[in-house]
């Protein structure tokens, strides 16, 4: 009875159901060792019915990477949002928002990690980079508020800053999937923004 409710199940509730897979089987080995059986079997369908509603390997992982950009933009974007006395303050929100994402999604940093390894331009490796892109956008837009509230140094530079914030969550974040420990990414996160912060942060009159 259960099987046959889950074989009619609609196009896009099955997709939504493989791209799940694929986080969840990323976190574990990298992505490019899994195949459409390891996901069938996870979900519990042939490797046949996986076809039916993604054209190729390629094609999930497109999805998997169109669900992690828009997933991961608007938990950052509400992170800035929600109620932050200051631009600083929502950019601290906005690092600690992306750590809290990796931690419930590490397949999503293997697959980008992974991706963006090769030399020539693919379409995967395209979606990477615009989800980089809408990222750098985000922070890059509060830095220039935190400079417009007179937060921030009068002689740091607005790009290099947005380079340092998402490099050091990547650098974070890296770190963790080398080590394969997660624990204590969060706390580790507030220390290194607090060390970013600071070099942010007019010097103080003598």
């Known amino acids: 009875m259960v099987a046959n409710t889950r074989i009619r199940l609609k196009t896009e509730d099955r997709q939504a159901e493989l791209v799940q897979a694929a986080l969840g089987l990323a976190a574990q080995r990298s992505p490019a060792e899994i195949t459409t059986g390891d996901l069938a079997l996870v979900i519990g369908i042939t490797q046949g019915g996986v076809f039916k509603h993604f054209d190729s390997k390629e094609a999930i992982w497109l999805a998997v990477l169109d669900w992690a950009h828009q997933s991961l933009m608007e938990r950052l974007e ?5 109620r932050q006395v200051n631009a600083l303050q929502a950019l601290r929100a906005v690092f600690l928002a992306h750590i809290g994402f990796v931690e419930q999604f590490p397949g999503v940093p293997r697959l980008v990690f992974q991706e ?46 947005a ?34 912060e600071a070099g942010l942060l007019p010097n103080p009159k003598t």
């Open 116 to 161: 963006l390894q090769h030399a020539k331009p693919t379409p995967l490796k395209g979606r990477v980079q615009q989800l980089m892109a809408d990222y750098r956008t985000l922070v890059t837009q509060l830095l220039d508020h935190a400079r417009e509230e007179r937060l921030l140094a009068k002689d740091v530079d607005l790009p290099s800053a």
């Open 163 to 196: 380079v340092l914030f998402m490099g050091a969550v990547q650098g974070l974040v890296m770190q963790s999937l080398v080590t394969g420990n997660l624990h204590g990414l969060a706390r580790q996160g507030k220390a290194v923004f607090k060390l970013y």
């Open 78 to 82: 509400q992170a800035a949002q929600a």
